[in-house]
């Protein structure tokens, strides 16, 4: 690990895996928070009402757009709907690669004036981004061949 001014830099043998930015003080009796919200988002699946009193909430959420659907979705539903809505976006973002189209999304429903649903964005969003396996197809050579190769006879048909 490299530590900066700005930012932590986290090595695996030679190869540099993450880059952390570093956080800061906002006073003498108050530290800083850099929080990601994939590195509490498994706490946060058991109990998703911990959201509602989360000492660094704002600095949980990807951008501002999240942060006006949390408080719109609080405003609207009881508190532990609301918990368990925003952390099946979070998850949703996190499982699917999808946190900047989301976000998006996010935006564009509530400047309708309408909560996210959350069934309809998952069935979206999932479609979208399935991962595809690729077909791998694997041609063993006979065994005779190696036994060539064995017997110094030279190269295979």
Known sequence: MRL????????????????????????????????????????????PQALVNLTYREALFPSDVWCRTFEALLEALDSGMACRTMVGLLALAHDHGCEGALGQALGKTLGKGVLPDLKALQRRFALQHTPSVPEVSVNLPRASHYDALITGQGGAA
């Open 4 to 47: 900066y001014d700005d930012r932590l830099e986290c090595f695996l043998g030679s190869e540099k895996i993450l880059t952390l930015p570093r956080g800061r003080a906002v006073s003498k009796t108050r530290r800083g928070h850099v929080v990601d919200y994939r590195h509490v988002l498994p706490s946060l699946k058991r109990k």
